[in-house]
């Protein structure tokens, strides 16, 4: 019986365990990149180098896929909690309702779009999903969220797929 690497072999996927941020790859080695549900939990401060790794790997033609949950993950086990429950929070009232074992984020879809551009990479497509917008009339928007486009708050689940631009990887700082 072979391993699930094994398998993965004979489609020329080579799972790699590393930092995201320094995989030790040789450049432009990568055709495809996929993320499900992980990007909302990464820390913001970490994300951009994450993408400019991704743009330093990009190979011609590559293409980045990234499903990303924007709303509150407790609503998924509290019925009572709606997805933007998040945004009636500080960032100091939050840190307690996200610990190390279920960090969210709480990145908005405005901010991955403009990390995306940042690191070299341009939106082809978005696939989203948004709260009606009587749930974000309900509640005390946190004055962090305050500043954002209604619409930009309302996103719950986007997928982005996006590809390199044409211009030269950034170099890596």
Not at 20 to 43: C, K, M
Not at 127 to 144: E, F, G, N, S, Y
Request: a negative charge; charged letters at 30%.
């Amino acid at each position: 019986m072979k391993t699930p690497s094994q398998m993965l072999e004979r489609l020329n996927v080579f799972p790699v365990i590393a930092d995201a941020r320094d995989t030790g790859l040789e450049p432009s080695s990568v055709d495809l990149f996929v993320s499900n549900i992980t990007f909302e939990h990464i820390p913001r401060k970490v994300l951009p180098d994450i993408l400019k790794e991704f743009r330093r790997l990009a190979a011609p033609g590559a293409v980045m896929s990234h499903q990303i949950d924007l709303g509150d993950h407790y609503r998924l086990f509290d019925s009572s909690i709606t997805p933007l429950n998040f945004l009636k929070y500080s960032d100091f009232v939050w840190q307690f309702f996200s610990s190390t074992l279920y960090y969210q984020n709480r990145v908005l879809i405005s901010e991955y779009r403009e990390m995306h551009e940042d690191a070299g990479f341009k939106i082809l497509r978005e696939v989203r999903d948004k709260c009606p917008a009587d749930v974000l009339d309900k509640i005390r928007i946190a004055k962090r969220f305050r500043h954002y486009e209604k619409e930009d708050l309302l996103v719950v689940n986007r997928r982005i797929i996006s590809v390199p631009t044409e211009e030269e990887a950034p170099a890596q700082t």
